[in-house]
Protein backbone atom coordinates (compact mmCIF):
# COMPACT_ATOMS: atom_id res chain seq x y z
CA UNK A 1 0.00 0.00 0.00
CA UNK A 2 1.47 3.42 -0.91
CA UNK A 3 1.29 5.91 2.12
CA UNK A 4 0.65 9.65 0.80
CA UNK A 5 2.27 12.85 2.63
CA UNK A 6 -0.25 15.82 2.73
CA UNK A 7 1.52 18.57 4.15
CA UNK A 8 -0.79 21.76 4.76
CA UNK A 9 1.58 24.53 5.26
CA UNK A 10 -1.41 27.18 4.30
CA UNK A 11 -2.92 29.11 7.04
CA UNK A 12 -6.12 30.42 4.85
CA UNK A 13 -8.69 28.51 5.81
CA UNK A 14 -10.05 27.41 2.67
CA UNK A 15 -6.95 26.08 1.14
CA UNK A 16 -6.75 23.99 4.54
CA UNK A 17 -9.90 22.97 4.43
CA UNK A 18 -9.42 21.76 0.48
CA UNK A 19 -6.12 20.29 1.55
CA UNK A 20 -7.88 17.96 3.88
CA UNK A 21 -10.90 17.40 1.46
CA UNK A 22 -8.14 16.40 -0.93
CA UNK A 23 -6.69 13.86 1.36
CA UNK A 24 -9.69 11.99 1.98
CA UNK A 25 -9.87 11.67 -1.65
CA UNK A 26 -7.23 10.28 -2.23
CA UNK A 27 -7.87 7.40 0.61
CA UNK A 28 -10.51 6.69 -2.35
CA UNK A 29 -7.81 4.60 -4.27
CA UNK A 30 -6.81 2.42 -1.32
CA UNK A 31 -4.00 4.82 -0.26
CA UNK A 32 -2.85 4.92 3.49
CA UNK A 33 -2.23 9.19 3.75
CA UNK A 34 -0.58 10.76 6.61
CA UNK A 35 -1.52 15.13 7.18
CA UNK A 36 0.88 17.31 8.91
CA UNK A 37 -0.49 20.48 9.32
CA UNK A 38 0.78 24.17 10.62
CA UNK A 39 -1.57 24.99 12.82
CA UNK A 40 -5.07 24.02 14.38
CA UNK A 41 -8.04 22.63 12.19
CA UNK A 42 -9.10 26.43 10.99
CA UNK A 43 -13.11 25.51 10.03
CA UNK A 44 -15.86 22.85 10.42
CA UNK A 45 -15.01 21.78 7.51
CA UNK A 46 -11.29 21.32 8.19
CA UNK A 47 -12.58 19.69 11.22
CA UNK A 48 -14.98 17.20 9.61
CA UNK A 49 -12.36 16.12 7.01
CA UNK A 50 -9.60 15.30 10.20
CA UNK A 51 -12.50 13.30 12.34
CA UNK A 52 -13.11 11.29 9.17
CA UNK A 53 -9.87 10.56 8.10
CA UNK A 54 -8.75 9.58 11.34
CA UNK A 55 -12.23 7.30 12.03
CA UNK A 56 -10.42 5.37 8.65
CA UNK A 57 -7.07 5.26 10.99
CA UNK A 58 -4.96 7.44 8.92
CA UNK A 59 -2.95 9.84 10.38
CA UNK A 60 -3.43 13.31 10.79
CA UNK A 61 -1.37 15.95 12.92
CA UNK A 62 1.53 14.29 11.97
CA UNK A 63 5.20 15.46 11.90
CA UNK A 64 6.47 16.73 9.47
CA UNK A 65 9.09 14.34 8.91
CA UNK A 66 6.08 11.57 9.06
CA UNK A 67 4.78 13.32 6.16
CA UNK A 68 7.60 13.61 4.41
CA UNK A 69 9.05 10.26 4.58
CA UNK A 70 5.50 9.23 3.00
CA UNK A 71 6.36 7.56 -0.46
CA UNK A 72 4.78 10.90 -2.55
CA UNK A 73 3.92 13.93 -1.33
CA UNK A 74 1.68 16.72 -1.67
CA UNK A 75 2.24 20.37 -0.22
CA UNK A 76 -0.54 22.85 0.34
CA UNK A 77 0.87 26.26 0.26
Known amino acids: MITIGVVAR???PHRQSEALR???GLTLRGAR????LEGP???PLAERAA??????GHGVGVGIDEAL???VVE???
Open 10 to 12: TRD
Open 75 to 77: VWT
Open 51 to 56: ATLRAF
Open 41 to 43: LLT
Open 69 to 71: AAD
Open 33 to 36: VVVA
Open 22 to 24: AAL
